[in-house]
């Protein structure tokens, strides 16, 4: 009984929200089972925007956000094709594929993504360059309960991790809005300016829970 309490209390002080500003979770280590899960009380959702910082030197295939559904254990995806050299984009289980990025090992890379449900149209900002729009899939608003995770994606919801397509490097500055930024906004989350945080998502009051190996550590950019 001491022990389920003493679990129980360390999940939830883990789960508390946190102000993660200069600071990134560093994954060390390729595996099945170590990720974040980022947690909200946002249960539906008619647009979106997410935003994220990655640093890694993987040459293979990795997950970079991952959110799964009941009904869709990729409802939004942003995965690396290293194949292809494609950004894919999955919207409700559907593949869009995102060609011409500069994706260079061993630097910061900045990824915005948003979502429409009225237009269903999606779009990835790259380090602050926008990408074509493309159409996904129709549809209406996306229903929760929401997993998020980072470091693995799901083939479940909320497990089905496949050591194959997981993360390792760093990650920071995790935002996610429930409407489409402006391109303003979006440079300005970009440039590391003044910016509105996000209201789904937000790494300067974060609640999330880590599981096996994952560390939370001071940002680490490059000295000009």
């Not at 909200?40 to 647009?47: E, H, K, P, Q, R």
């Amino acid at each position: 009984m001491k022990l389920l309490m003493l679990l129980v209390l360390l999940t939830t002080c883990t789960a508390s929200p946190q102000d993660l500003s200069g600071k990134m979770f560093t994954f060390p280590l390729k595996t099945n089972n170590a990720h974040v899960r980022l947690l909200t009380s946002v249960d539906s959702l008619s647009a979106f925007t997410v935003c994220h910082r990655s640093f890694t030197d993987l040459k293979k295939d990795h997950l970079l956000f991952s959110m799964a559904t009941l009904s869709n254990p990729n409802a939004f995806l942003t995965f690396w094709d290293a194949t292809n050299k494609e950004m894919e984009v999955h919207i409700r289980d559907r593949t869009t594929d995102m060609a011409g990025l500069d994706y260079k090992l061993n630097m910061w890379h900045s990824i915005c993504t948003t979502w429409d449900s009225t237009s269903q149209l999606v779009q990835l900002w790259f380090d602050g360059k926008p990408l074509v729009k493309k159409f996904t899939t129709t549809g209406t608003r996306m229903q929760g309960p929401f997993i998020i995770i980072l470091g693995q994606e799901q083939d479940s919801h909320g497990g089905g991790f496949d050591i194959n397509q997981s993360f390792v490097g760093m990650m920071s500055d995790v935002h996610m809005w429930d409407y489409t930024l402006s391109a303003c906004e979006i440079h300005n989350y970009m440039d590391d300016l003044n910016f509105t945080p996000g209201n789904v998502l937000n790494w300067r009051a974060l609640e999330f829970q880590t599981f096996d190996r994952v560390l939370v550590e001071k940002e680490q950019m490059t000295c000009q």
